[in-house]
């Protein structure tokens, strides 16, 4: 247990060293601008985007998140190390969100609005002090 809580909180301490500054509002608009140029392996438009149902969303996200659970399947049974695996968790992961994304889309949802109400009602709810904000995160001190 020693070994994952050191290479959890390395994770997390990266992740606050690491942020990049994207937004869910940039990979909205990103999103939508290269759907229509998406091509099949043939070479055909494949779908503005638009004419996707949330359910065909719902299984492109839950395949890629499949790929990302298959890397994990491989690292638990000792095919590969976690640093070997990575990369690819990472290319799996960011499809998972590029995908999460257009289903929100597709269903009239503001993922990054609904993110930061969603963690912020946690943290209330959990009496936590760590809130996400439109600039970044705050922790509330009590007096």
Not at 38 to 62: C, I, L, M
Not at 124 to 132: A, K, S, Y
Request: hydrophobic share 40%.
């Amino acid at each position: 247990m020693g070994k994952m809580a050191d290479m959890n909180d390395a994770i997390f301490n990266q992740a606050e060293r690491d942020s990049r500054g994207l937004t869910f509002n940039a990979l909205r608009a990103a999103n939508g601008a290269r759907c229509p140029m998406f091509k099949n392996a043939k070479g055909e438009t494949q779908h503005s985007g638009r004419d996707w149902s949330p359910n065909d969303w719902a299984v492109a996200t839950g395949g890629e998140m499949g790929e990302a659970m298959n890397v994990l399947k491989k690292v638990r049974r000792g095919d590969m190390t976690m640093t070997e695996a990575r990369p690819k968790l990472a290319q799996e992961f960011a499809d998972v969100v590029i995908y999460l994304d257009m289903l929100a889309n597709g269903c009239g949802v503001d993922l990054g609005s609904a993110v930061m109400e969603t963690f912020n009602a946690k943290s209330r709810q959990l009496e936590l002090p760590l809130f996400i904000t439109e600039t970044g995160y705050v922790r509330e001190t009590r007096d």
